[in-house]
């Protein structure tokens, strides 16, 4: 888009409203004079009117007035013809201007016209660009607030995830960070730039943690130092007492040896008890925190990233699923539902299947609605589809199902074993 300015255009506007004016100021005169044209004519034409005696009437007839309607209709056909080739800026316009402007290096301009597309129609392109924007002016927060928007609108847009993940990088959150790189990643894996993006990450994310452990491991072995000379100059003092005088230079070489030696035994019960405890501590915590950050996930990205967080307790994971409403599976994954995914689920359901039935056949049959899932399972392994019917025979198959249970039950089977 040409970055035209627009006041011109408003010039050109009033300029043209203006020439609408006089056409319509001409319109009045022309219709005032032939009112006066036409009452002279009628009284040069009368009978024995001395203006016309001996003269031969050379005209024709008074000029031909165009009527008042024609006249306003090319006014207004003038008028629609001028409006319609300086239409009203729209979403498109306005996100195209903020590319020419952003490609200028004007990046609060670029930002206000991706603020007035996004105003006019809001989409995850333009959410995305003005975050891009953001982070060249160093607004982190903006920026990882505008990439969240874009990928509630398309949870599949690299970009968005990309821009986050720097984002969230600049303003320390690396975890966070990290995992955006890794989902934008399994989205393309062939992206070289978003595997360096996510390996600088790691880096940092690697070095901050072995900082935050190696503080507390200091201190642990600082106070193992201390109890540990501490129980030296105890037992110096006691062998001081027992040698006699003449034996004091042997006795105290022996005693060194031997101090020495109780004090690397006692350093290493010290610090293996402290590295068991701080261990201990640490797994309460993790696990405390896991119990009370589990919340229903809102998009594909969110039930992924918690999901793999989860891999290694299968009853957190259970709680993740349950926390889920059914109806709104197909909406949280839309079209980024992915076969491994799709498989853990079906091996989750089976662990409360006969507890609640109910919610595992809703679940089933939800999954079945999220868009592409046909196509998906048609294009499973053989093993994957192995797997899957040997689930149901065991399963989902079972004897003792309520009987209202089992018709569902089979129509399912024939869309996740049969693709059909």
Known sequence: MAGVSGKPDRDRSLEFQGFLNDLEGWDYLLKDKGGKMKGQSHESNKPGSLRNAGKVNEDKG????????????AMSRMRSSFYSEEKLPDAASEKELGNEYFKQKKFPEAIECYSRSIALSPTSVAYANRAMA?????????????????????????????????????LGKLKASMEDSEFAMRLEPNNQELKKQYTETKALYEKEIAKKISGPLKKSFQGIEGVSNSEMGTKNARGDHLVSRNSQN??????????????????????????QDLASRAASRVMATAGKSIAAPKTAYEFEVSWRALSDDCALQTQLLKSIPPPALPQIFKNALSVPILI?????????????TELAVNILDNLAKVPRFDMMV?????????????????????????ANYIETLSRLRSRYCNGK
């Not at 006795?251 to 350093?267: M, W």
């Not at 853990?344 to 609640?356: A, L, P, Y």
């Not at 797997?387 to 309520?402: G, H, N, R």
Request: charged share 35%.
């Open 250 to 275: 042997a006795a105290a070489t022996a005693h060194g040896a031997q101090s020495k030696k109780d004090q690397d035994v006692g350093r290493k019960h010290v610090l293996k008890a402290s590295m």
């Open 62 to 73: 008074p000029l031909k007035k165009v009527p008042a309607v024609e006249v306003k209709n």
């Open 344 to 356: 853990d689920i079906i091996k989750c359901t089976t662990t409360f299947f006969k507890e609640d």
């Open 134 to 170: 953001y982070l060249k002016l160093k607004r982190f927060e903006e920026a990882e607030n505008d990439c969240t928007e874009a990928l509630n609108l398309d949870d599949r847009y690299v970009k968005a995830y990309s821009r986050r993940a720097t984002a969230r990088k600049e």
């Open 378 to 402: 048609m294009c499973l392994s053989s093993a994957d589809r192995s797997e899957l019917q040997q689930i149901w025979e065991e399963v989902f198959s079972s004897k003792d199902i309520a």
